[in-house]
């Protein structure tokens, strides 16, 4: 059996691909047909149809995971922005910084390969495999089945109000005729820059979890350009050791 602090890593993994796939629903980056509705810790989240987009969040999210393993990571980001222009619009960002380095001996036999963090991920093939249970009640993957068995009850009630939390922030939202994207990255203990993980150069900026504030933005030669106001909100914070991480929402 995987000792348990790994265990609470695992169900945080479940968690941010929920957490990512939701966001793309609600900030319709994707047509909402592309979408199915899951229940998820008791609450309502949306998995993405697409076996391309399906798999490319898997793999970004597994990056992460192999990050936190080695305790490396400070912030996660979900980065939504217009794909044209590059502006960003919003940011999801996970203050992961509190978490605790899983000791080695209990890493030993895990399969974490090394690789640039600023090299993006690859599509995988159209022809690659995510199913879907027979009631699309049930979030889970061919290689895992409910995505929620097994979390304490406690986290369990914590995920559930983040993700709770998560719909009530978005849903004054009113889609636009413009065009987004969106890029997950990490910024790392040892490293004050962004690692995107997915494609794309958006540079991080930090960020602060609540109030509003006036952000600086710079030309190439660095004299600023413009200012422009950032809101942030806090979504919630969750405690469950090893894992303890505070998420918020950035509108710009």
Same mark, same amino acid.
């Given at each position: *059996?995987?000792?348990?602090?790994?265990?609470?890593?695992? $169900? &945080?993994?479940?968690?941010?691909?929920?957490?990512?796939?939701?966001?793309?629903?609600?900030?319709?980056?994707?047509?909402?047909?592309?979408?199915? /509705?899951?229940? &998820?810790?008791?609450?309502?989240?949306?998995?993405?149809?697409?076996?391309? +987009?399906?798999?490319?969040?898997?793999?970004? @999210?597994?990056? #992460?995971?192999?990050?936190? +393993?080695?305790?490396? @990571?400070?912030?996660? %980001?979900?980065?939504?922005?217009?794909?044209?222009? *590059?502006?960003?619009? =919003?940011? $999801?960002?996970?203050?992961?910084?509190? &978490?605790?380095?899983? /000791?080695?001996? *209990?890493?030993?036999?895990?399969?974490?390969?090394?690789?640039?963090?600023?090299?993006?991920?690859?599509?995988?093939?159209?022809?690659? =495999?995510?199913?879907?249970?027979?009631?699309?009640?049930?979030?889970?993957?061919?290689?895992?089945?409910?995505?929620? !068995?097994?979390?304490?009850?406690? +986290?369990? /009630?914590?995920?559930?109000?983040?993700?709770?939390?998560? @719909?009530?922030?978005?849903?004054?939202?009113?889609?636009?005729?413009?065009?987004?994207? &969106? $890029?997950?990255?990490?910024?790392?203990?040892?490293? /004050?820059?962004?690692?995107? +993980?997915?494609? %794309?150069?958006?540079?991080?900026?930090?960020? $602060?979890?609540?109030?509003?504030?006036? !952000?600086?933005?710079?030309?190439?030669?660095?004299?600023?350009?413009?200012?422009?106001?950032?809101?942030?909100? @806090?979504?919630?914070?969750?405690?469950?050791?090893?894992?303890?991480?505070? #998420?918020?929402? !950035?509108?710009?």
């Amino acid at each position: *059996m995987s000792p348990p602090s790994i265990d609470v890593l695992e $169900h &945080f993994k479940n968690f941010l691909f929920a957490y990512v796939s939701t966001v793309l629903y609600l900030r319709s980056i994707y047509p909402p047909e592309m979408f199915v /509705e899951a229940t &998820f810790h008791n609450t309502s989240v949306y998995q993405c149809r697409s076996l391309v +987009l399906c798999e490319y969040i898997i793999d970004a @999210v597994e990056e #992460v995971y192999t990050s936190l +393993l080695r305790g490396k @990571v400070k912030r996660i %980001g979900i980065l939504i922005y217009t794909t044209e222009g *590059m502006q960003a619009v =919003e940011r $999801h960002v996970f203050d992961v910084s509190a &978490f605790r380095i899983i /000791e080695s001996n *209990m890493r030993k036999g895990m399969q974490c390969e090394e690789r640039d963090p600023l090299s993006p991920i690859s599509l995988v093939s159209a022809g690659a =495999e995510v199913s879907f249970a027979s009631e699309p009640s049930i979030l889970q993957t061919t290689k895992q089945g409910r995505l929620d !068995e097994d979390t304490p009850p406690d +986290l369990s /009630e914590q995920f559930r109000a983040a993700l709770i939390m998560l @719909v009530n922030r978005c849903k004054s939202y009113t889609p636009s005729a413009t065009s987004y994207s &969106f $890029h997950i990255y990490m910024e790392l203990k040892s490293d /004050e820059n962004a690692h995107l +993980l997915t494609q %794309g150069s958006e540079r991080w900026v930090s960020a $602060h979890s609540h109030g509003t504030e006036a !952000e600086e933005n710079s030309t190439d030669d660095g004299t600023d350009s413009h200012k422009k106001e950032r809101v942030s909100k @806090v979504i919630r914070a969750v405690n469950y050791p090893p894992i303890s991480f505070e #998420v918020w929402v !950035e509108t710009f």
